[in-house]
């Protein structure tokens, strides 16, 4: 017996039925890898599927289950930076991996201004996905707050200090940036620099922090040029104002890789030898620092496992699972090249 359909007409349920021989709800049973149906009937039926082109209504499956099986990646940064920055780019790699083991869709949702924190808090509220991740969370954040609110299983990559209950997985940026640092000192350098990024949120003023407990007595605040966004564009910005500040600098530690590579373009751009006579490192270990010229001093950190840490602690909770409620920090590495 065969099934017509309408030209275009999706496949039924009842098409498979009527194809493979059997009820609507041995059809069900399969779909649904009951344990009460012959090798026979299974048999039928998934040769039924093939032939009509029948694909699951996943919605309908989903009113029913009260599941998605949809997990949100919020990245709280502007859609240049999103595209720019490789560490956003591997984490999602990483916490894509996880999720794709267990059969869930990753849905990015990109927070570039008010407006889309609105749009995203009622999105979450609609049971449109099981769980969230939040990338770059700020301190005051609404959209974390939001996620607290509404008890969705989350995790943060990174720690916003004023949201408490959600766990994070992160790395010591304190640790990090004091070591490096230290490393950079360590060369000789007599004037050193930041180019500071992040300061509303615990990345940025860990890696300030441990900058400025590296110098000691040494610190001198006129010297960190404060920035808006771990970007290119912003080491430029950066560096041409710390140069005209103290045109002597002679270390500078950005607080990530791509504005490492603004400040590499600026001294290229008026004439000063890296390492010779400035002495720069970075942060991130990201695609950035292996294309400046010269190569880049820098921390790792392991943003890949950042992901897929974040994506395992969400679906430990989904699956009421033991997972750690506190936060999990990560190990870094210095990666010490030509560039200090």
Do not use: C
């Amino acid at each position: 017996m065969s099934a017509r359909k309408r030209p275009n007409a999706r496949a039924t349920i009842n098409d498979v039925a009527d194809v493979a021989g059997v009820s609507r709800g041995t059809v069900s049973r399969v779909l649904n890898s009951e344990i009460y149906v012959s090798d026979a009937a299974k048999k039928a039926v998934e040769a039924a599927i093939a032939q009509v082109g029948y694909v699951r209504n996943t919605a309908a499956h989903n009113l029913v289950t009260r599941q998605s099986h949809a997990i949100g990646l919020i990245v709280h940064e502007p859609h240049s930076l999103f595209l720019e920055d490789p560490n956003i780019g591997s984490i999602l790699l990483g916490t894509n991996s996880v999720l794709s083991d267990a059969d869930y869709q990753l849905v990015s949702l990109v927070i570039d201004s008010d407006r889309d924190t609105q749009r995203v808090a009622r999105y979450l509220t609609g049971g449109f996905v099981d769980g969230v991740i939040i990338i770059s969370a700020r301190a005051n954040d609404p959209i974390a707050r939001a996620v607290a609110d509404i008890g969705i299983p989350a995790a943060f990559v990174g720690h916003p200090a004023d949201i408490e209950g959600i766990p994070y997985v992160g790395i010591d940026n304190l640790a990090a940036a004091t070591a490096i640092t230290e490393r950079l000192i360590a060369t000789g350098r007599k004037k050193i620099g930041m180019i500071a990024a992040g300061l509303d949120r615990d990345s940025g003023l860990d890696r300030v922090a441990g900058f400025t407990a590296a110098l000691g007595a040494r610190f001198d605040p006129s010297l960190v040029v404060e920035v808006p966004l771990y970007s290119h564009g912003s080491g430029i910005e950066g560096m041409r104002e710390l140069l005209r500040r103290s045109p002597d600098v002679d270390g500078v530690f950005a607080a990530s890789d791509s504005i490492a590579a603004g400040v590499l373009d600026v001294l290229r751009e008026v004439g000063r030898a890296v390492p010779s006579e400035v002495g720069v490192v970075g942060f991130d270990d990201s695609a950035w620092a292996k294309r400046t010229q010269p190569p880049l001093s820098t921390v790792r950190q392991p943003a890949e496992l950042l992901g897929r840490g974040a994506a395992e602690s969400v679906l430990a909770q989904i699956r009421g699972e033991a997972f750690e409620t506190a936060g999990t920090l990560l190990e870094t590495s210095i990666v010490w090249r030509d560039s200090a």
